[in-house]
C-alpha cells in the first residue's frame, strides 16, 4: 500500500555533510509520522529523528544540534540534513511512515564516515 524510495546516502569525511531524502506513495493518510532509523551490525536500532504531519519533531540525543528533519507534505516527502558528521554516524538508514501503529519501511541507505 506504502512505498518508500530513498536516496542520498554516501561516503563522507568525519566533519562533512549529508542530506538523505524519502518520498512515499500508494495510500497515504493523515495524521502520520515520517522518518529515519540506523542499524549498525551488532548494536540496537536507533531512531534516529521523525516528524509528525503536523510539525512535531522528536531527535536522538546522539544527533541533536547536527541533524536537521524536515518535510514536504504536499510531496509526502522527509529529508534528513546531517551536519558535522561523525565515525559514530556510520550505519544503514532507513525511512519509515507510521499510521495508527502500523509502519512502512525503505530499503535502507548506507552512510559511511571515514578519513
Known amino acids: 500500500q506504502v512505498q518508500l524510495v530513498e536516496s542520498g546516502g554516501g561516503l563522507v569525511q568525519p566533519g562533512g555533510s549529508l542530506r538523505l531524502s524519502c518520498a512515499a506513495s500508494?495510500?497515504?493518510?493523515?495524521?502520520?509520522?515520517m522518518g529515519w532509523y540506523r542499524q549498525t551490525p551488532g548494536k540496537q536500532r536507533e531512531r534516529v529523528a521523525h516528524?509528525?504531519?503536523?510539525?512535531?519533531?522528536t531527535y536522538a540525543d546522539s544527533v541533536k544540534g547536527r541533524f536537521t528533519i524536515s518535510r514536504d507534505n504536499a510531496k509526502n516527502t522527509v529529508y534528513l540534513q546531517m551536519n558535522s558528521l561523525k565515525p559514530e554516524d556510520t550505519a544503514v538508514y532507513y525511512c519509515?511512515?507510521?499510521?495508527?501503529?502500523?509502519?512502512?519501511w525503505g530499503q535502507g541507505t548506507q552512510v559511511t564516515v571515514s578519513s
Open positions: 519509515d511512515l507510521e499510521f495508527f501503529g502500523r509502519a512502512s
Open positions: 500508494g495510500s497515504i493518510f493523515s495524521p502520520n509520522v
Open positions: 516528524m509528525s504531519s503536523g510539525g512535531i519533531t
